[in-house]
């Protein structure tokens, strides 16, 4: 079975400093991976999706990701806080593409301080 | 805005009671899933459809249906509701191609008193 595993519930960054949120990942096929934002009240907004083609994945916002498959890992990155990151950053996986069941992680919270 | 519209934005019933939670898809997405947000469950998936059929099952409850039309709206039944069932219930649609993604609807914050 599928699973995702995201280190830190609550991030801390200050403005302007660089942004890792860290995701490893479980599944028995080449998986499939998402990084969704959720800003508060609202839903979930795709940052940056990884299907196999090129293992860096540039997302909106200035977001990116690196696929490594020899620690599992699918870490997002951003060179550069600003006070609008500050929302909730969900990994998810899926076996078979964009259009399955996507099962998530647990979440991290990030803070942007000035 | 993400196209996906979910309605009503809350509800606040009590137990022992039924819900209907409605979502329209992004014109032309062939594909809805419900999701379950809760504290203590995270981000879980339920159920989707795909033109009117069950496509996929997770982690739904007996007591929880769902039915997409031939419209393509679909909805989320929750009979019998039990406080636990106090979450945030999100709608997502998609073309249904494999290298598509999921678009979220602002969900439907559900209280069970």
């Known amino acids: 079975a599928q699973s995702v595993t995201q280190l830190g519930s609550h991030v801390s960054v200050s403005e302007g400093a660089l942004v890792l949120l860290r995701c490893n990942y479980s599944s028995s096929v080449p998986p499939y991976l998402f990084w969704y934002v959720q800003y508060p009240n609202q839903g979930l907004q795709l940052l940056l999706k990884y299907t196999s083609a090129a293992t860096l994945v540039k997302g909106i916002n200035g977001f990116e990701a690196e696929f490594k498959k020899s620690e599992t890992s699918f870490h997002l990155t951003k060179p550069s806080a600003h006070m609008s990151d500050a929302a909730e950053y969900f990994c998810a996986v899926s076996d078979k593409g964009g259009s399955e069941k996507l099962v998530f992680g647990k979440g991290t919270k990030l803070t942007v301080n000035p | 805005d993400s196209g996906v519209t979910q309605t009503p934005k809350h509800l606040i019933t009590a137990t022992g009671q039924r819900v209907t939670l409605r979502c329209s898809p992004r014109?032309?997405?062939?594909?809805v899933y419900w999701y379950q947000q809760s504290l203590d469950q995270g981000l879980q998936f339920l159920i989707q459809?795909?033109?009117?059929?069950?496509?996929a099952k997770g982690n739904i409850l007996e007591r929880f249906s769902a039915q997409q039309f031939p419209d393509l709206h679909s909805e989320l039944n929750l009979s019998s509701l039990e406080l636990g069932d106090s979450a945030l219930y999100f709608c997502?649609?998609?073309?249904?191609?494999?290298?598509?993604?999921?678009?979220f609807g602002p969900g439907t914050r559900l209280t069970v008193l």
């Open positions: 014109s032309g997405d062939l594909s």
């Open positions: 997502a649609s998609c073309s249904g191609l494999l290298v598509d993604e999921q678009f």
């Open positions: 459809y795909y033109n009117g059929e069950e496509r």
